[in-house]
């Protein structure tokens, strides 16, 4: 009789996973569903006030699937579907919808249950520098709103590259 599969070891924003077919659901398929219900819970009073803002935080991975990591892209490709279809809903009502990627954050614990999911992360290892605090990417969410953007990337090298990946197949 075959052994279970083991359980899930990353929960949404942690890169160390399993492969996918064991895990059942994957962890990070989840951050869709959380950030669904979070949006709608607020989402009414907030066309019904005329204003609000909902913004989402996001991965690189948002942009650019990388190798070693299906749920993990999976998750962020679907946080970014519900962005842009929360956007579209709430078009005209006064509530924004927003997008903020950011780059590594150096003081987080982020890679610290797979040191080496940083190899699958080229583009951002080669061209995203320098890597932010938690300060700076605070920094950053906070300039995001201030400047109304749908979508807004930081640090710039990661704009720039955002740019590059939306006009490659």
Request: charged share 15%; glycine share 8%.
């Amino acid at each position: 009789h075959p052994s279970p599969p083991p359980p899930p070891t990353s929960i949404p924003g942690l890169l160390h996973q399993p492969p996918f077919t064991t895990t059942v659901p994957p962890p990070s398929t989840l951050l869709p569903p959380s950030a669904a219900f979070w949006s709608r819970a607020f989402c009414r009073r907030m066309v019904a006030r005329g204003s609000g803002a909902i913004v989402n935080i996001q991965s690189p991975v948002s942009l650019q699937p990388i190798t070693g990591a299906t749920a993990y892209c999976t998750g962020r490709w679907a946080l970014r579907g519900l962005t842009e279809a929360l956007a579209c809903d709430t078009f005209g009502t006064g509530v924004r919808v927003q997008e903020v990627v950011c780059g590594e954050v150096t003081d987080s614990a982020y890679f610290e249950g797979d040191p080496e999911s940083k190899r699958r992360f080229p583009l951002i290892n080669a061209l995203i520098k320098p890597a932010i605090t938690s300060e700076g990417a605070a920094g950053a969410i906070v300039a995001a709103i201030k400047s109304g953007r749908r979508h807004y990337c930081y640090p710039l090298m990661l704009s720039m590259a955002a740019g590059m990946l939306s006009h490659m197949p």
